[in-house]
């Protein structure tokens, strides 16, 4: 019942009960679970129940929960002070270890989340290109900065309306929501308003969607495009940063972006996010350039000894193949389990991250995404969650797996994933 006390006394004092939305349960009903403590591939609810985590914090925890190198570092830093609000050495070895991974970033600064990032890479790029418009592609998040939570307007090629309360109309027309994956429509909009355009934001990889890989040739267009309008790319790697590789998703297709987004990962578990980019660029802001920008936590000695220790840990480790052969193993066997259960099942995956629709596919956009069966995966959530497998509370957002999972939990997520499937089609 402990699950269940906690969630109704947060509610009285907490909006919702939580601190983000989607851990409220509401997409797929039920009691959310209290997380009393993790460890490697487990989280452990406050009733002391144990769960397979696939969700791993929505992405940080690509070593899984408690790995001893973050927690010592993070101790160690514990007993010299918890922030300073003045510099330390370990932000210039954290970002001369980001500038030396991205080819593309010659200088970074630390803020204190992926939307702080995004947020202040748009102000720079508005502010670089004396423009005001910010092309975005539907289905990708970007964080709740205010003008990137806009959906397309009515008409083909107009500008965006809000997308929640509390985002002014002429904020939320500052920026044009494209379809994802679709060259066409995205080079004909450049073509008409490319002049106005300050910068086009885009997941490389979406996986805010569940995860939607890109289309040959859409990212070279986005490139050359902005390029040939003087608007800027900006990449949002705060899902891909440092997932499939050192570089970037950018890295693995050869593109090279004009700022570039980070969070999660670099982060370990902390609230850490960054953006940079070129020179020229970051040469604006603050306190060297015109663009304000500040945090009295940026960079703080906690949050850097905890991204520090996880990217040095992810070095020495280069986990990044046996990550995907094993993503590919678990998602073979969803694959082949549904197939038994009769159930459609299309799965996109990527490295350490993956995204099961309940649907035939292929999934290469937003409205693919939408034409999935969201009653199914409700009740394979819940079925799963029964079995000690936790997944996303919604079915449109990534699974993971970290290098804890090893092959006996993931032999464990596959079976608990075959006698859920079964049950759902009633073969069981
Ligand atoms: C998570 C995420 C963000 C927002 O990061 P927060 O730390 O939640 O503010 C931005 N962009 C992408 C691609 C993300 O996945």
Known sequence: MKNAELFERAKKVIPGGVNSPVRAFKKVGGTPRFIDKA??????????????????????MILGHGRA????????????GMSYGAPTEAEVLLAELVCSSFASIDRVRFVNSGTEATMSAIRLARAFTGREIVVKFEGCYHGHVDSLLAKAGSGALTLGVPDTAGV???????????PYNDIEYF?????????????????????????????????????????????????????TGYRFC?????????????????????????????FGGREDIMALLAPDGPVYQAGTLSGN???MAAGLATLRTIERLDPYEKLARSMEELTGSFRDSAREAGIPLAVNSIGSMACLFFQPGPVMCFEDVMDSRVELYVRFFHAMLKEGIY???????????????????????????RTSLLTLSGQA
């Open 39 to 60: 460890r490697g591939a487990y989280l452990y609810d406050a009733e002391g129940r144990a769960y397979i985590d696939h969700v791993l914090s929505w992405g940080p």
């Open 69 to 80: 190198e973050v927690v010592e570092a993070v101790r160690e830093q514990a007993l010299r």
């Open 168 to 178: 002014p109309g002429g904020i939320a027309s500052t920026t044009a929501v494209l």
């Open 187 to 239: 080079e004909k909009f450049m073509e008409h308003h490319g002049q106005d355009v300050a910068a086009v934001i885009v997941e490389p990889v979406a996986g805010n969607m569940g995860v939607v890989l890109p289309k040959p040739g859409f990212l070279a267009s986005t490139r050359e495009r902005t390029r040939s309008c003087g608007s800027l790319l900006i990449f949002d790697e705060v899902i």
């Open 246 to 274: 050192f570089g970037g998703y950018q890295d693995l297709v050869g593109i090279t972006p004009d700022l570039t987004c980070l969070g999660k990962i670099i982060g370990g578990g902390m609230p850490v996010g960054a």
């Open 301 to 303: 000695p906690m949050a």
């Open 391 to 417: 997944l996303a509370p919604s079915p449109f957002e990534a699974m993971f797996i970290s290098t804890a999972h090893t092959q006996d939990v993931l032999e464990r997520s596959m079976e608990a994933a």
